[in-house]
């Protein structure tokens, strides 16, 4: 069993930037792929970026490539999406999530994903 629990959501002007943080309980967290992904309202939840259980493998979405950075501290259970640039567009609820993996392979399918945090919402104004 894991808990997901987010952080770092806010408001903040285009342009500008914040870190996520994805702090999980277990101590079997190396062992998980894990992945952001928002959901904005009307609209369905999409991958955001996904790291191997290791950091060795990344994955981010077309939208967000370049100006999103997704990283991990398996010491500290931590899992981070530091954002810059930030647009409208962003705006949406973020969800950290977990995927139990023996491999490096990483998931961009939300229903591959075993636990979910209860998300962070990220406001960028214009």
């Known amino acids: 069993q894991v808990q997901l629990v987010e952080s770092g959501g806010g408001l903040v002007q285009a342009g500008g930037s914040l870190r996520l943080s994805c702090a999980a309980s277990?101590?079997?967290?190396?062992?998980?792929?894990m992945g952001w992904f928002r959901q904005a309202p009307g609209k369905e939840r999409e991958f955001v970026a996904a790291?191997?259980?290791?950091?060795?493998?990344?994955r981010y979405a077309a939208s967000v490539k370049g100006r999103f950075t997704i990283s991990r501290d398996n010491a500290k259970n931590l899992v981070y999406l530091q954002m810059n640039s930030l647009k409208p567009e962003d705006t949406a609820v973020y969800y950290c999530?977990?995927?139990?993996?023996?491999?490096?392979?990483?998931?961009?399918?939300?229903?591959?994903?075993?636990?979910w945090g209860q998300g962070t919402q990220v406001t960028v104004s214009s």
């Open positions: 999530a977990a995927r139990a993996s023996l491999s490096e392979a990483v998931s961009i399918t939300p229903r591959t994903y075993d636990y």
């Open positions: 790291i191997s259980w290791s950091g060795g493998i990344t």
């Open positions: 277990g101590r079997t967290f190396s062992s998980y792929g």
